[in-house]
């Protein structure tokens, strides 16, 4: 069994995906073993509550840089022998130390379909403001492995959602995490768990079961 770990920094509905999907099953060869929060008051820690799997805080505020407290986050990794580091709607950049210590075992799910209104600043409702004011006709969601370059490591899933002529960016990123990454998400977790992403450079290559 790999042991997961879900960061968050809010409310958590990608997390909660997960704990339904392993409540279902479908995370195979893999547990939740701990969910971490920027910030104390994070409703996904009282989804992790609920679901009985154990919270923690490394709170942003207590650290001078996004690197101090990466390098408190991967302590804590260790101390919990976590094997695949899940961001569920993390908002911080975490700098090298932690993707050279778990190289394409870190995962993140963005709400966008990378390259396109990805990278620094693309963070939350904000990705969902720009993609409307640029007028595309599809959005969408990404899974991928966390490189050095913000939102640029190997991309392991993708859909597409249709944006509307009336949407507002609370309604695109509500359809876009229903009909995209609530699904996407527990999926790659799972081939992850399985051994069954392979990466050859910056493509992922999903093997058969
Ligand atoms: C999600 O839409 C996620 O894709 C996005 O933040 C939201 C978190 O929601 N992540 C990013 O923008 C990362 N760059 P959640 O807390 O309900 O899962």
């Not at 409703?43 to 840089?65: F, T």
């Not at 995962?107 to 403001?129: D, R, T």
Request: with cysteine.
């Amino acid at each position: 069994m790999k042991r997961i770990a879900v960061l968050v920094s809010g409310g958590g509905t990608n997390l909660q995906a997960l704990i339904d999907a392993q409540a279902r099953g479908e995370i195979q060869n893999g547990t939740i073993a701990a969910v971490i929060s920027s910030s104390p008051g994070a409703y996904a820690l009282e989804r992790a509550g609920k679901a009985g799997i154990p919270g923690y805080v490394v709170n942003r505020k207590d650290y001078d840089s996004n690197r101090e407290m990466t390098l408190a986050l991967l302590k804590q990794l260790r101390e919990l022998d976590i094997d695949l580091i899940v961001l569920a709607g993390f908002m911080y950049v975490l700098t090298e130390e932690l993707v050279h210590a778990y190289r394409n075992a870190i995962i993140n799910v963005h709400p966008a379909l990378i390259p396109s209104f990805c990278g620094e600043g693309f963070y939350g409702l904000h990705v969902h403001e720009k993609a409307l004011a640029y007028g595309v006709k599809v959005s969408g969601a990404t899974v991928h492995f966390v490189s050095e370059e913000c939102d640029g490591g190997p991309v392991i899933l993708q859909k597409a959602v249709e944006v509307r002529e009336d949407d507002t960016p609370k309604l695109l990123q509500r359809r876009i995490m229903e009909e995209a990454e609530w699904q996407l998400l527990p999926r790659a977790v799972s081939l992850f768990c399985q051994d069954r992403l392979k990466v050859e450079g910056r493509i992922v290559r999903i093997l058969p079961e």
